[in-house]
């Protein structure tokens, strides 16, 4: 079985579990193991704990879930533009893929809802093509 972990934001608790739901069921379909499930604050602390996560060698890919949110500034733009930067850069600088399932940046509330499966479902998804199903 493949060891997979996931990150996931807990900002918008509610609607993130049911992120973490569908994923850990896609996850079951495909045949991954997901062995860590890792909670931090919000989107912007996602890469830091993916980092770590990605550095035990048991640990074959990982796929993270978050909300980013439109503000009345460019916040979340300017924010979420760093994280998925980044997130891209741990791929290559760990070799490992990682699902990206982060709804926004500049999500209006009415744009969460209908996000929430097809997000979830993507980020382990996105683990196919490297590891297999």
């Known amino acids: ?14 609607e993130i ?5 569908i994923a850990t069921s896609q996850a079951e379909d495909l045949g ?3 062995v860590n499930i890792v909670r931090v604050p919000g989107c912007m602390e996602i890469p830091l704990a993916l980092d770590r996560i990605l550095a035990d ?16 500034t460019d916040h979340g733009l300017v ?7 980044t997130i891209l ?15 926004g940046p500049g999500a209006l509330p009415e744009h969460v809802g209908p996000r929430i499966g ?8 996105a683990l196919r093509p490297f590891l297999g199903d």
């Open 32 to 34: 991954y193991n997901i």
């Open 57 to 72: 060698e048991d640990i074959e890919g990982a796929f993270c879930l978050g909300i980013i949110e439109k503000g009345q």
């Open 17 to 21: 579990e049911r992120m973490i739901t």
């Open 118 to 125: 097809p997000h979830a479902t993507a980020a382990v998804d």
């Open 79 to 85: 924010m979420g533009q760093g994280v998925v930067k």
């Open 89 to 103: 850069e741990l791929q290559l600088v760990h070799n490992k893929p990682i699902g990206l399932g982060i709804i």
């Open 1 to 14: 079985m493949t060891n997979i972990a996931a990150v996931c934001a807990t900002y918008h608790l509610e």
